[in-house]
């Protein structure tokens, strides 16, 4: 790893070439690889030599882009993934099984909720939640025996809530367990959770760090700093059968973590992302540094804007100074948050309605966090599974409306709102 400044890794790290192979990096459309003997993919099999084999494990685009978010985030390996939901999923069920119990923070994104409130519960994994502004005491309370990991967002998606990651991280440590971050809002650009005592970042590629909206994705970066010897996870610690016996913590020091997650669950589950949505994930990587620099002037602008609104019943915005997240946000994010914005307008939920549907460029899709200004209605599309006390916990009130500013200029942006003001 190069000792390059963040916006400079976006671009350089993880694909090198040699003297005469393309400047930019290759889609290696192939599902396999050829060697010259049996025995030495046999080698590879048994995890004794690196190499490629299958598709499925591993492939040579997507490993490049591996290292490059590794890089930016500081870890020390990363594994690519079909969708960020399966990064969650694949982030906890790596180190929990039936009968084990995951801490998390209410105020998550809503497939995640779902994730360990339903199905990880159907798996007989189960959970408790806490608020993220909980009390170090509530956090306590929160632990039992049986704890595997702490699960929260950085920056949760849609309340912009701000995670007290070191906070988080001692907790977690002092109970034996990893925190697991979900750092999609943020992006490595702007928060860097490894730096606050995380263990294990999980991202939502489909949303900054593509850009475009263009691939689903997601990623698990480890960084290698956990150490997993304390008797409560002997999935890394004891021999592995389907492996002859391999001990990951033996065999792969401190990066068992992030080896296991491939050479077992990804190996079994299959969520392997695609080597042509690595290469457009890789595109979108390449200019994040500068994207993410004006979806936060442009967000901030766009928030100053709302907060001296009369038609706007409250804003949040990290970034503003009214926000209770504000302190905490300048702390774990001092160069800036995101590009998502919420507030809410006074007359509720069909003011919220009448203002979205009189926007003209800012377009109403499920999707967030690209360069194209989008807005939703979380508790009637993304959140509506919930019931108004979970909503309440998750911090989404019925008139929330998420907005998602893009980079576009910030002048036509704010037009389009105030004139859909006008009609809310
Ligand atoms: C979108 C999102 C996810 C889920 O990612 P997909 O790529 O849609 O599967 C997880 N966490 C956060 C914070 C998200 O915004």
């Known amino acids: 790893m190069s000792e390059y400044r963040i916006d400079t890794k976006c671009i350089q790290e993880g694909y090198s070439p040699k003297n005469g192979e393309p400047r930019v990096m290759p889609i290696v459309q192939s599902t396999t690889y050829t060697y010259d003997s049996s025995q030495a993919m046999g080698d590879l099999f048994d995890l004794k030599a690196d190499g490629f084999f299958y598709t499925r494990l591993a492939n040579p685009t997507l490993d490049a882009v591996e290292k490059k978010i590794a890089a930016l985030e500081g870890g020390v390996g990363a594994m690519l993934t079909s969708s960020g939901q399966a990064a969650s999923l694949i982030s906890m069920l790596n180190i ?14 809503g497939g995640t909720f779902n994730l360990i409130f339903k199905t990880m519960q159907e798996m007989g994994i189960e959970s408790t939640f806490v608020s993220p502004g909980c009390s170090r005491e509530e956090l306590q309370a929160a632990f039992r025996p049986n704890t595997r ?16 990651i070191e906070m988080f991280a001692e907790e977690a440590h002092a109970h034996g367990v990893p925190l697991i971050v979900d750092n999609t809002f943020p992006t490595p650009i702007n928060c860097r959770p490894f730096e606050f005592g995380a263990d294990i970042v999980t991202h939502s590629t489909s949303k900054y760090m ?105 804003v949040n915005f990290p970034g503003l100074e009214s926000s209770p997240y504000h302190a905490l946000a300048q702390k774990y994010m001092p160069n800036g948050t995101c590009g998502v914005v919420s507030f809410g307008v006074k007359g509720g939920r069909e003011a919220a309605t009448r203002f979205m549907d009189s926007l003209k460029m800012a377009s109403i899709v499920t ?30 009130t019925p008139d929330l409306i998420r907005f998602s500013v893009g980079i576009e200029n910030p002048e036509d942006i704010i037009e389009d709102v105030a004139q859909a003001l006008e009609k809310a």
Not at 96 to 109: L, N, P, Q, T
Not at 256 to 283: C, E, W
Not at 367 to 394: F, K, W
Request: proline share 3%; charged share 20%.
């Open 149 to 164: 990991c702490v699960f929260a967002e950085t920056l949760s998606n849609p309340s912009l809530v701000v995670t007290d």
């Open 96 to 109: 929990c099984h039936a009968g084990d119990h995951v801490v998390a923070s209410s105020a998550i994104y």
């Open 210 to 314: 593509d850009g475009h909206a263009v691939q689903l994705g997601g990623v698990i970066v480890d960084s290698g700093k956990f150490d997993w010897n304390n008797g409560k996870f002997p999935m890394l610690t004891q021999p592995d059968e389907s492996y002859h016996g391999i001990v990951y913590t033996e065999k792969f020091g401190n990066a068992a973590y992030i080896v296991k997650a491939r050479t077992h669950l990804m190996r079994d589950l299959g969520a392997q992302a695609s080597p042509q949505n690595a290469f457009l994930l890789n595109l979108g990587l390449e200019t994040l540094a500068l994207r993410m620099e004006r979806h936060c002037s442009n967000a901030m602008k766009v928030a100053q804007f709302l907060e001296n609104h009369e038609k706007v019943s409250w």
């Open 367 to 396: 999707h967030v966090a690209d360069l194209r200004t989008c807005v939703l209605h979380p508790a009637s599309t993304t959140h509506r599974q919930m019931n108004d006390e979970q909503l309440a916990e998750a911090g989404v």
